[in-house]
Structure formats: C-alpha cells, structure tokens
C-alpha cells in the first residue's frame, strides 16, 4: 500500500486527523493555476465536478442534483437547515455527538423549531426509537443524523434510519461529511433527500467548499423559504444550472485540487478500494494500539475506519499536550478527544496515508512511552 504516498509531499506532517488531511503531491500541485471564476475553464471544471460527485453516490441521471456550497462543511449543513425547511417545519435532530449537537445549535441561531433523540456517544440510535420519535410529533417534517460521528467514529445506521423517516413521510437528511468517498451510501435506498460532505475529507483534497446532493423533486419544493441569502441552496443550484457559475466568489485552487482529487479516487479503484485502504491503515493502527495497552473508547462492533479514539492512560506521566507535542515534533499530528464523557485523543485513518505511516506513527508512540518510563497494561 506505500505506493499511494507521494515523495514529493514528504516535508509536510503527516496528518492522522479528520482533516484537513494529508493530501497528495499532485493534488497540491492542481492549485497552483489562476483560473478566472467566469472563464470556460473553471466553468467546465465544476461542471465536471457536479457530475463526478453524482456518480459517486450512484445518483446520476436526473433525480439528484449536487450543489457546491463555498466554505467549511459546517457551512453545507446550515445552507440545508437555512434553505430546506419550510416556514412552519420542525427537524428530529438524532444526536450520539459533537456534529449532532452543532446541528441543533444551527437550528436554535435559525429559530427552526427542532426536537432531539440523544444516544450515547459509544451507541448508535436504535431506528426504533426514532420511529417512536416521529411517531410522537406530528409537527416533525424533516429528520437529520450524522453518518460517521467524527467525535468518536462511531458509525450510525442511516439505512435504518432513513426507512423509519421514508415510511412516514419526513424529509431526511444526512451528514456524512467524514464518510462520503470511502464509504458507500445509496441515496436512493436509504431514502435520503439531502447528504452533506466537504471538500477535505475522503474525497482528500484541500479545505474550501462543501457539497450538497439534493433529491431534486424535494430541494425543488423549498422555493421561497430560504433563511440565508448566501447559503440559499435552490437558488445556487438554478444558477449553477443557468450558466454554470457560483453566485459569489468561488474557492478557484480548492476547486482545481478537488477536480485532481477525484480523478486519483478512480485512478485508486473508486469507493471501495479507498475504504479498503482506510480499513487497512484502522485495523494496523487497532492492533498497535492494543497491543501497547490503549483502550479504544468505541466497542468494536459500531467503530468506522475513519477516525478512533483512545482513552487518555491514567498514568501520572502521561500528558496530552506533552504526547502530541513529542509526535509532532516527528512530522506526525494527532487529534485531541472531543467526548464529553471522558478524557481521550484521536487518531484519524483517512487521507492520503497508507500502512507503512501508521507503522510509523505507532513506532513514534511506542517511543514516547518508553522514553517517560510509561507502561501501560496491554489488553485492559
Ligand atoms: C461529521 C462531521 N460533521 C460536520 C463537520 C464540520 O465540518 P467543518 O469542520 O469542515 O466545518 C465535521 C468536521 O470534521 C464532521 O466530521
């Protein structure tokens, strides 16, 4: 699996976080061109982007749409709660994390009235108990759930979830911002109508813009309710379908990399072949974690290959800030924990990494710990 690192990007950290992530040389490289925003071009390229991320979710044809939304993803989710809800809608917000709470912080700025079903940061929501949600409140019109809960990396069933929404009628919506591109969703047989994720994550290129893939027949019902000017997703859309143009300035370089960027997603064998080779780098990491004595947080059963948390060891000579240091000043940075059950760090497996750098990284922690006299209890 080394040959998916590319020499030329071995100054920069090696990068085990959710992203921005280790991206490759030639990704790098497709930025460095000024292209004008309303030049062929560019226009052609997005064009060819829009199509390229339909295919990817297997939703070519005419029933979906995909709307690049300038920004971080965080902006993608509020342009879908700032445009798609109807004036009198109320959302279930089904919440087991951070990106699920951050949804329902969305909806209070927006005063959308919204409900939440909370799970366990360590336990996907049961479908039932979301039926039993839907089924309690009449008023609930739309329904979102995070894909991969990057807070943990636990991984939540939106197939199940999504045909509790379906047989009752409610709108759904689903974040898969860290899982889109390595791990495949149907949109269609889950029954999603809007899926958000960015240009940063499994798709691995650089920071700048978010994606939507909207159901046409529902994003084409919200004409009139959107919240935001800028985050107005049917208005983009009609635009992008227009004259192929963004309505405000557009991430031209981040744009250019993303194009390079999904071009080595086919090249390396599609969506399967990428989540294989984040698996592999999960299951090395797993395995040199465990053996040193870390515990993961996440019960093996629900754990994704894209980012896992470690409980913070209660050895006394164990600091976080200290650990992270000591990688980073070896080219390799880690994640610090997001719970808010427990102190922890994270590892992310995603990006343009393979085996041999998580080797790497593993012989790194093995070092620290020999080196502040830390042993930790293997298999606890
Ligand atoms: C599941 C999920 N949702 C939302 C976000 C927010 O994305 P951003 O930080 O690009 O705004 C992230 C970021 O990691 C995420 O993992």
């Not at 071009?263 to 299951?283: H, I, K, P, S």
């Not at 948390?309 to 980073?328: C, K, V």
Request: proline fraction near 5%; glycine fraction near 10%; aromatic fraction near 8%.
């Amino acid at each position: 699996m080394a040959q998916h690192v590319d020499p030329s990007s071995n100054t920069d950290p090696l990068l085990f976080t959710p992203g921005p992530l280790t991206t490759s040389g030639s990704v790098k490289r497709a930025m460095q061109r000024d292209l004008g925003s309303r030049d062929q071009r560019f226009v052609e390229t997005v064009a060819r982007i829009r199509a390229r991320l339909l295919a990817l979710a297997g939703a070519e044809g005419d029933r979906f749409a995909s709307i690049l939304v300038q920004g971080a993803g965080t902006f993608g989710i509020e342009s879908v709660f700032a445009s798609c809800t109807p004036p009198d809608g109320k959302w279930l917000i089904v919440a087991n994390g951070a990106y699920g709470e951050r949804m329902v912080q969305m909806l209070d700025r927006l005063a959308v009235p919204c409900a939440v079903m909370r799970s366990p940061e360590d336990r996907p929501p049961e479908a039932a108990a979301v039926a039993s949600a839907l089924d309690a409140d009449s008023r609930i019109t739309h329904l979102a759930i995070v894909h991969c809960e990057t807070t943990t990396g636990i991984m939540n069933d939106i197939g199940a979830v999504g045909h509790v929404a379906r047989e009752r009628g409610r709108r759904y919506f689903v974040d898969a911002m860290s899982s889109f591109g390595a791990i495949e969703i149907d949109p269609d047989a889950c029954g999603i109508d809007y899926l958000v994720s960015s240009s940063n994550k499994c798709i691995e290129g650089v920071p700048g813009f978010s994606f939507v893939i909207a159901r046409r027949e529902a994003l084409s019902s919200t004409r009139g309710w959107a919240r935001s000017l800028s985050l107005d997703l049917l208005a983009s859309l009609e635009q992008f379908e227009k004259n192929g143009q963004f309505r405000f300035t557009p991430p031209t370089h981040a744009i250019l990399a993303f194009d390079q960027a999904l071009t080595e997603l086919v090249d390396e064998g599609g969506v399967a072949a990428r989540g294989a080779r984040y698996r592999q780098n999960r299951e090395v990491l797993h395995r040199g974690m465990t053996s040193m004595g870390f515990r993961a947080f996440l019960d093996e059963a629900v754990q994704g290959p894209i980012i896992s948390t470690y409980l913070l060891p209660e050895d006394g000579a164990f600091e976080f800030g200290d650990f992270y240091d000591y990688l980073s000043n070896r080219n390799l940075v880690i994640y610090p924990g997001k719970l808010t059950q427990a102190p922890s760090f994270r590892i992310g497996t995603i990006g343009r990494i393979a085996a041999d750098d998580i080797e790497r990284l593993l012989g790194a922690i093995a070092d620290f710990l020999a080196e502040r006299g830390i042993h930790l209890d293997a298999g606890t």
